[in-house]
């Protein structure tokens, strides 16, 4: 299930950066660029970026998962309980 999401995003991601960059020729072709757009191939973009930025969200979000599969799942109920009132305790504190 997770190698057909990866190959999914992969897919749209690779669609988008096409996209993108046929209007970009595009719009270069016509002559409604700026020199600095013409010039911008070196600089981060904002699809750049956004690549990063969900990629950093989906490793958190394993490292979540992991978290609750291997650390909170093999706890006990009175642990589970103990770790929830202390986690009550501290936000109450602050």
Known sequence: MLRLFLLLLSYCYKRVTTSLASMRDQRIDNGYSTFDEAEEGGRWSWLTLLTIA??????????????????????????????????????QML
């Not at 394993?62 to 501290?90: C, P, R």
Request: hydrophobic letters at 45%.
């Open 54 to 91: 969900v990629l950093s969200f989906y490793i958190l979000g394993s490292l979540g998962f992991y978290a609750k599969v291997h650390i909170w799942d093999t706890l006990s109920e009175d642990q589970k309980s103990m770790v929830i009132e202390s986690m009550a305790a501290n936000q």
